[in-house]
């Protein structure tokens, strides 16, 4: 299983990205897709998930400003971040966890909020 992250790049205070995270092969095959995030010297926290379901779940600090959705036939996920803050630069990691619990992890994109 490979994941492809791709999106980020850098915006102003106030604007919008959306990362996309695309799979190798048919995302049916994971319970759950998640995306994190992670700054130089600290953990890499989650941001949001999307369930099998089509349940979702965000982090507080993201409520409301970013939308995470998945498309199956395009294998892919995404993550909707409008609103975006100076505090919401970061690497952005996608990961995938299949039924049988196995994770994979997308490689990182760079989230710059900058004027």
């Known amino acids: 299983v490979q994941l492809q992250a791709s999106g980020g790049g850098l915006v102003q205070p106030g604007g919008s990205l959306r990362l996309s995270c695309a799979a190798s092969g048919s995302i049916l095959r994971f319970d759950v897709m998640d995306w994190y995030r992670q700054t130089p010297g600290k953990q890499r926290d989650l941001v949001a998930a999307v369930f099998s379901g089509g349940k979702t779940t965000y982090a507080d600090s993201v409520r409301g400003r970013f939308t995470i959705s998945r498309d199956i036939a395009k294998r892919t996920v995404y993550l909707q971040m409008n609103s975006l803050k100076p505090e919401d630069t970061a690497v952005y990691y996608c990961?995938?966890?299949?039924?049988?619990?196995?994770?994979?992890w997308g490689q990182g994109t760079q989230v710059t909020v900058s004027s």
């Open positions: 990961k995938a966890t299949t039924w049988e619990r196995d994770e994979f």
